[in-house]
């Protein structure tokens, strides 16, 4: 019964060292892995050198924009149009958007509410909404996340 | 009595020998590149540590040999579209020339080429585009019957029309002898350009996968001129024999005039299935067809090629061309088995695998957030754009190139020189691990649409090729420490990111960037036996090792 027993721990150890020492011979697997640590914080924070082509620029606390396309207006063509992208970001709070003209709106990711004048109209990716000239724009976005729009905003100078 | 003992022991030490032998084959080929995306889940990840998987050891990477393809002849294009697989030390790869290689892993010569010099090459008379040249699609290594075998799709003009029909080669690895050849399984009865009374289909650059004793293959189009259907077929493995008891064909019936879908993608396969993604359907048909499987990511049945489960996020009336030429990766873990690939819109969709009975999909998310499926005025575009490039899997970690927070508000060209990884998963304000523009790629140029190729990792060291011909090597950053963090939007400063709502993610440490010549855009960098293998559109196949 000892022999027998001895002979499958010979057996049990040999085929386990065979087993570990052909791993070792050809490699380990990584192991899986699961998300990284949170960033440290911002006075610790080491920033990439990565710059946007084409920044948002932050106008006001919570507001940023950035001007896609401008149309000048010529003698023919009275019309000043300017393309911009407008970001709100998440918070209570709805930011005053400052808007130089009559323009077009839609939302190009994101969901919040705007507010013109004392009308309010929820907005969700893929909303429109229009204002006349002179009205003032109120939107705000929900707190899960930016609303990102694209207004088209035409004045005659 | 001892000598007794030993005697008994004898077997015994042969049975552990013989383990040992098994365990350590086992382990090689598990060490090498045995298909396009390394093997049928398309992981596209090398799962043994090697030097290449080595921090310490990858900055010392360096082109050890340099093989250059033979100028094309008549009906030939220069250029590797395909990607090399590697059993045994020998790499194999076809040419935009028409002729498939064997070469020695240690030092690049040629060991064999099929077909032999002086024949006529493996090419086709309809060519539109880089996927009609020559040999596009990667093979696969297998074995049949006790020899191991490589097996590629080319097209065949002895065969058919004599136009270029595609069909399957299985060759002994060794020797390059045939094994068998199969039947047309892609159609070239005409060269007629938008003809509706010809088929022009075309296997082009969905890889075979070698899979339950079968061999899959996806069968797309000659650049949409005009679409055709959609189809995979199942060679039977040891004879190359279509297998009539699978069927699968995107639109219709397999019978029916409809037409889109095509299966640009390589298959996969996993557990008791096939799994790939289509193409478009709305291309110059007025009507949607019925049953419409384009536009999808597809859970079939292995045997009969039944569907099981399909996800189609972009509507027909959406259509505008977004054909789904990654393919579906199939990834084990922590959450479950997962199917994930990026369309050609930008979005990455991951999917539970969910049971083996039909039934509706399971989407666990989509990247950038959306509402899916996509409707009408929800403020999303889905053209003809170059998120093409399949993904790499590493644990619960997906590494591809993706549309980003950006996309809907400043469109797709961003995107194409960046790799996102993903927390696959992980809560959603956790799915981004990291975003890189990737070194050694053109400056972003609206006219531009390629540049970078498939990436490919090995335990969190990624491996991509760029338009600019460098091969840049990226570690996770839970290996090496991030180059900085940067803002989740690519369009937001980082002085304006945490303001704007959104968070600091790591831009990841690159630890090599080397070039090489010619474009890698349709390339993957083979992870072998601690060697890195490539091949470019500038006619050459590179070994490095550091």
């Not at chain 2, 490919?456 to 996770?476: F, K, M, P, R, S």
């Amino acid at each position: 019964m000892n022999i027998v027993k001895g002979r499958f721990m010979y057996f049990t150890l040999f085929a386990a060292f065979s087993a570990a020492g052909s791993q070792m011979a050809c490699g380990s697997r990584g192991s899986a892995t699961g998300p990284l640590p949170p960033p440290p914080p911002p006075e610790q924070l080491k920033l990439s050198d990565y710059q946007p082509q084409k920044a948002f620029v932050q106008v006001s606390p919570g507001l940023s924009t950035r001007s896609v396309f401008v149309v000048e207006p010529t003698t023919k063509d009275p019309y000043h149009v300017d393309v911009l992208d407008i970001l709100v970001a998440p918070g209570k709070e709805a930011v005053s958007v400052p808007v130089q003209g009559a323009g077009v709106f839609e939302v190009r990711t994101g969901s919040g509410t705007v507010t013109i004048g004392q009308k309010s109209q929820d907005l969700g990716t893929g909303s429109t909404f229009s204002l006349a000239e002179g009205e003032a724009l109120k939107i705000a976005a929900k707190a899960d996340g930016p609303i990102a729009l694209r207004a088209y905003v035409v004045k005659v100078p | 009595m001892k000598h007794k003992d030993l005697s008994q022991s004898l077997p015994l030490s042969i049975v552990i020998f013989l383990m040992c032998v098994i365990c350590l084959s086992g382990c090689r080929k598990e060490q090498e590149w045995h298909a396009f995306h390394y093997d049928s889940m398309r992981t596209s990840s090398q799962p043994k540590s090697t030097a290449l998987s080595d921090p310490a050891k990858v900055p010392n990477l360096a082109v050890r040999w340099t093989w250059t393809a033979p100028a094309p002849g008549p009906g030939g294009n220069a250029g590797f579209r395909a990607s090399p697989v590697v059993n045994d030390n020998i790499v194999y790869i076809g040419n935009g020339n028409g002729f498939f290689y064997a070469l020695n892993g240690d030092t690049g010569a040629l060991l064999w080429q099929y077909p032999s010099a002086g024949s006529p090459a493996l090419v086709t008379q309809f060519q539109c585009n880089p996927s009609s040249y020559g040999i596009a699609s990667s093979a696969a290594i297998t074995d049949i019957n006790g020899t191991d075998a490589v097996i590629f799709a080319a097209p065949d003009q002895s065969i058919g029309m004599h136009l270029g029909d595609g069909r399957l080669f299985a060759l002994n690895a060794k020797t390059g002898a045939e094994i068998w050849k199969s039947p047309v399984i892609a159609r070239l009865t005409g060269l007629t350009s938008g003809s509706k009374t010809e088929f022009h289909e075309n296997i082009g650059y969905s890889a075979p996968v070698v899979f339950n004793n079968h061999v899959y293959v996806g069968i797309g189009d000659q650049c949409d001129n005009p679409i055709q259907k959609g189809r995979v077929v199942a060679v039977r493995l040891d004879t190359g024999a279509i297998d009539p008891a699978f069927s699968y064909c995107s639109t219709g019936t397999c019978g029916d005039s409809t037409r889109g879908g095509g299966v640009w993608s390589p298959v996969s396969g996993a557990g008791q299935n096939v799994y790939m993604t289509t193409g478009n359907t709305k291309s110059g048909s007025p009507t949607e067809p019925s049953p419409n499987n384009g536009l999808s990511m597809i859970k079939l049945d292995q045997n009969s090629g039944a569907i099981i489960w399909k996800f189609q996020p972009v509507p027909w009336i959406l259509d505008g061309d977004p054909d789904w030429s990654a393919g579906a990766t199939i990834m084990s873990t922590s959450c479950g088995k997962v199917v994930i690939s990026t369309m050609k819109d930008g979005w990455t969709h991951a999917l539970d695998d969910g049971p083996t009975v039909p039934g509706p999909p399971s989407r666990r998310w989509t990247f950038p957030p959306a509402t899916i499926p996509f409707t009408p005025g929800d403020g999303t575009t889905h053209g003809d754009t170059r998120y093409m490039r399949g993904g790499a899997a590493w644990g619960d970690v997906y590494i591809a190139m993706n549309g980003g927070l950006n996309l809907t508000v400043s469109g797709v060209l961003g995107g194409y020189r960046r790799l996102h990884a993903f927390n696959v998963c992980a809560a959603e304000a956790d799915r981004l691990r990291w975003l890189i523009d990737v070194p050694g790629t053109s400056p972003p140029n609206p006219f531009q649409r390629y540049y970078l190729g498939h990436p490919t990792v090995t335990n969190g060291i990624v491996y991509v090729g760029t338009d600019l011909g460098h091969l840049v090597v990226i570690a996770d950053p839970s290996l090496v420490p991030a180059a900085g963090f940067r803002c989740s939007n690519p369009d937001v400063t980082n002085a304006n990111c945490i303001a704007s709502g959104y968070k600091f993610v790591p831009q990841p440490a690159v630890l090599k960037d080397i070039p090489l010549s010619g474009r890698m855009v349709y390339n993957e960098p083979a992870l072998a036996n601690g060697r890195v293998y490539i091949a470019t559109e500038g006619n050459n196949v590179y070994m490095l090792s550091p």
